[in-house]
């Protein structure tokens, strides 16, 4: 009888520390968010107003379980604020919708500063000599389960949603890219027969990217997504939300495989662009159209 009591009384104390957490989420997920913390989403997140009513819902669930399970720290003497919180849990979540997810479940900690921040980094030059560096930074995303922002940056992504710059779409998306096990460009897609069509339609457009960056010709995708692969992806995300109706016009393979992804389309959120201007003749010139049949 004793020794069946030591066994309840050791499955218990393995049991309860894994359940008292899902407990107490699923607790946290009954109560809604805030009346606050929804005017600050409503802010914020400037096509939120045009989302329909399931995806509004969706995001308020996602953003009361990030705020529960994610430490926020402000560095540099930022205090942390429910305006911070919420903004940044806001656009982070806009990558999960309609996804079955733990809400980025390797992250732990966000680190806020006030503006740019300086990062250590190690330059390799000829021979191998390794220097030690500095460089400004807008936001990073660390594998060992940490983010770190720069709020004027952020707060700058929120301001304007249609310029496809965005350091919480961006950082998040290095994330979703690290679940796979390493941030190369290739998120977990779930069905090992996907990778394939993944891989060869985002290597034909970052060598695109490469390629009009090396000429510096204008593009949709901004030129630092030809930096690498994770890069790409990344800044491909911010294209996707920011700019869908140019990035499906322009990468519409691309744009394809990300609708896959993430399963939302950002353009039922937008208005279209409005058509470029018509070419301005100089004196002297002359327009030719042809019609080809």
């Not at 079955?100 to 680190?111: N, W």
Request: with cysteine; aromatic share 10%; glycine share 6%.
């Amino acid at each position: 009888m004793e020794a069946l009591i030591w066994i309840v009384l050791t499955l218990l104390a393995i049991a309860l520390p894994l359940a008292f957490p899902r407990w107490r989420l699923r607790r946290v997920l009954a109560r809604p968010l805030p009346a606050d913390a929804l005017a600050i989403l409503q802010r914020t997140i400037p096509v939120y107003h045009r989302m329909p009513l399931e995806l509004q819902q969706q995001l308020q669930k996602l953003v009361v379980q990030f705020l529960h399970q994610k430490k926020f720290v402000g560095c540099e003497g930022l205090e942390m604020t429910d305006e911070i919180a919420v903004t940044i849990a806001g656009q982070a979540c806009m990558l999960l919708l309609n996804r079955h997810t733990k809400v980025y479940p390797a992250l732990h900690t966000v680190l806020v500063y006030p503006s740019e921040f300086v990062a250590q980094r190690a330059e390799i030059g000829p021979g191998g000599v390794v220097t030690p560096g500095r460089q400004s930074m807008l936001g990073e995303s660390w594998d060992d389960g940490r983010v770190v922002l720069s709020w004027d940056d952020v707060q700058r992504g929120a301001g304007d949603w249609t310029d496809g710059h965005n350091v919480v779409l961006h950082e998040f998306a290095h994330q979703l890219d690290s679940e796979s096990g390493r941030a190369n460009g290739a998120p977990y897609l779930g069905n090992p027969a996907s990778y394939r069509e993944w891989s060869e339609i985002l290597q034909r457009n970052f060598d695109s990217l490469r390629m009009r960056a090396m000429y510096r010709q204008e593009t949709v995708m901004n030129p630092y997504g030809a930096t690498n692969p994770a890069e790409f992806f990344a800044v491909a995300t911010e294209t996707f939300y920011e700019k869908p109706y140019q990035m499906a016009e322009h990468h519409g393979e691309l744009f394809a495989e990300f609708l896959k992804y993430y399963r939302v389309d950002p353009r039922q959120w937008m208005t279209p662009p409005p058509p470029p201007p018509p070419v301005q003749l100089k004196p002297g010139e002359i327009s030719y159209s042809f019609n080809l049949h």
